[in-house]
């Protein structure tokens, strides 16, 4: 009988740890990435930093407005998780979308962009060395191609989304294989965190 209820406290108390532990679908990111920290300039020409966006569950993705495929791809399934969240909680994201082409993405180009997705989707930008700045904290890797006879050029870029919650910490990162149940599950668990 001892061994019993020795076993059964056991088991409670592993339990109830495992309960306080975050547990995502998606890459848990909470021990490897850190805060939300940037110096860049929004959509509306605005210098801005991340204590504008706290007390928000934020979304930071890197890319820019002439990506043919990924960026719209990422940001419209993104537009649809949050759009399957309850209506209550779906303004309480920010999807930061932070274009690594300052040239052509200006603050106007930026603006016309995020809108198309929702108004969670805020744009900011900035100069070489505020992008350098952000995208080696991330760990994040950009590269311009060589320009055509029309001065257009490619931008590759990394297509993680990186998940903060509302103080900032660093939760999860959503990447193209994973699936829009696990995307909307773990949304939902950060709004509901607030």
């Known amino acids: 009988m001892a061994i019993y209820k020795w076993c059964l406290i056991t088991f409670s108390i592993l339990w109830l740890a ?13 021990d490897i990435m850190p805060d939300l920290d940037f110096e860049l300039v929004d959509e509306n020409g605005e210098a801005v930093t991340d204590d504008e966006y706290l007390g928000n569950p934020t979304l930071l993705y890197f890319g820019f407005t002439y990506c043919p495929d990924v960026c719209p791809n990422t940001l419209s399934r993104l537009a649809t998780a949050i759009g399957q969240l309850d209506a209550e909680v ?3 994201i920010r999807v930061l979308f932070v274009s690594v082409d300052p040239g ?11 809108d198309a997705f929702g108004p969670q989707f805020i744009g900011l930008s ?3 060395s505020a992008l350098d700045a952000v995208t080696k904290r991330y760990r994040v890797t950009y590269s311009y191609g060589e320009e ?6 490619d ?5 993680a989304v990186f998940a903060f919650d509302q ?10 294989t994973d699936s829009m149940q696990d995307i909307v599950s773990d949304l939902d668990q950060l709004v509901a965190e607030e």
């Open 167 to 176: 103080n900032g910490e660093a939760q999860f990162m959503i990447r193209d």
């Open 148 to 153: 055509d006879s029309d001065g257009n050029y």
């Open 126 to 128: 900035g100069d070489n």
């Open 90 to 92: 779906r303004d309480d």
């Open 104 to 114: 052509r993405d200006t603050p106007e180009v930026l603006s016309r962009y995020t």
């Open 18 to 30: 495992g309960c306080s532990d975050q547990s995502w679908r998606t890459t848990s990111i909470s």
């Open 155 to 159: 931008v590759t870029h990394s297509s």
